[in-house]
């Protein structure tokens, strides 16, 4: 039995850690693991479905995992770890397949936009990469999936798998909902805000990496885009820039919308811009240097990521033999 309720989220370790990353995923993580037990995991086998230079992917893995820590997951009392360290998740997603039909794998948007937008690498994993997310989520009992807005389809088809299987075998998996935090769930580019802040954008410009020193910081904030007038005031359809630079404030120092609009009556964007950089510079600091001293410490973020494998796959074990008995393999 469990005796907590279970979460399971990831990042692929695609692109550096951005401040959107911080705000819009690690830190409702992090606040989730009072009430959770979490499984908190380095998605590196779905970070494959593009080409990597190998050197920086695995210079990407131990620096996500470094930051992951850094930002306050807890590895003790929960679990971090790199999702190609645990074997069962390439198996159940084997398995899962085969339940899987083609016709809803054709519907997933991210697939369909990466036919249009990628037609030169349209390989295999690209289709199937929904069907690995769900066997992340089905080997641990996940009862809540945290993700973006752009992932939800793929948690529901996760839920559709496990509806199948469970007809036919019976109660396997527990069904997985997702939960889409609102604060922060969508901080946006810098230079392009009507788009998100990614971490694999080409534009570098637009995006503050958690590794970012304070000068490139202050640097990206100053050119951000704003508007037209020179009001700070909160309207995300006509003031994308501004609404931006708001909710990013208002995530890094605690403020209100109307705090921070009465904190900068009369004052122009300079000095609003200033502001931010600094908040940002104080909120990511500490995660920053945690995670650079981290980093030199071969032996503690080894012992981290092999007893988190470690205790994943054990859980993860208890899915699969499950899975195969009901399936009808033979026990080895
Ligand atoms: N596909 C997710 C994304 O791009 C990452 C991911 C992989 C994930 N497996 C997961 C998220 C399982 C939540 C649960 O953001």
Request: glycine share 6%.
């Given at each position: 039995m469990k005796d907590r309720k279970r979460i399971f989220s990831g990042i692929k370790p695609t692109g550096d850690l951005t401040l959107g990353s911080y705000i819009g995923a690690i830190k409702n993580w992090v606040d989730l693991q009072n009430d959770f037990m979490c499984l908190y995991c380095i998605v590196d086998m779905h970070s494959i479905t593009i080409r990597n230079d190998p050197e920086v992917l695995h210079r990407r893995i131990r620096e996500q995992l470094a930051q992951y820590i850094a930002a306050g997951l807890d590895y003790k009392k929960n679990i971090v770890y790199i999702q190609s360290h645990v074997h069962q998740h390439a198996e159940l997603s084997w398995i899962l397949g085969c339940y899987s039909m083609m016709g809803e794998l054709n519907r997933m948007t991210q697939f369909k936009d990466m036919q249009k937008k990628h037609p030169q690498n349209l390989n295999a994993g690209i289709y199937t990469y929904p069907v690995l997310m769900a066997a992340d989520i089905l080997l641990f009992d996940t009862d809540v999936v945290p993700v973006g807005e752009d992932q939800k389809q793929h948690v529901e088809l996760a839920r559709n798998i496990a509806q199948r299987f469970n007809g036919i075998y019976g109660n396997i998996?527990?069904?997985?909902?997702?939960?889409?935090?609102?604060?922060?769930?969508?901080?946006?580019?810098?230079?392009?805000?009507?788009?998100?802040?990614?971490?694999?954008?080409?534009?570098?410009?637009g995006s503050i990496f958690i590794m970012d020193s304070p000068d490139v910081i202050v640097k990206k904030f100053k050119r951000a885009k704003t508007d037209s007038d020179s009001l700070i005031k909160?309207?995300?359809?006509?003031?994308?820039?501004?609404?931006?630079?708001?909710?990013?404030?208002?995530?890094?120092?605690?403020?209100?919308?109307?705090?921070?609009?009465?904190?900068?009556?009369?004052?122009?964007?300079?000095?609003?811009?200033?502001?931010?950089?600094?908040?940002?510079?104080?909120?990511?600091?500490?995660?920053?240097?945690?995670?650079?001293?981290?980093?030199?410490?071969?032996?503690?973020?080894?012992s981290i990521y092999r007893d988190g494998a470690e205790r994943a796959s054990e859980m993860a074990e208890k899915t699969l033999v499950k899975v195969t008995d009901a399936i009808g393999f033979l026990r080895k």
């Open positions: 998996f527990t069904m997985p909902e997702p939960f889409i935090p609102k604060v922060g769930a969508r901080v946006r580019s810098l230079t392009d805000p009507t788009s998100k802040m990614s971490k694999s954008d080409d534009d570098t410009q909160f309207d995300p359809e006509n003031k994308p820039g501004v609404s931006n630079l708001m909710d990013i404030y208002s995530a890094a120092a605690g403020k209100s919308y109307d705090e921070i609009e009465s904190e900068f009556v009369g004052k122009g964007y300079g000095d609003f811009k200033t502001r931010v950089a600094e908040a940002v510079i104080e909120k990511l600091r500490p995660i920053r240097e945690k995670s650079l001293e981290l980093l030199k410490d071969e032996e503690t973020l080894v």
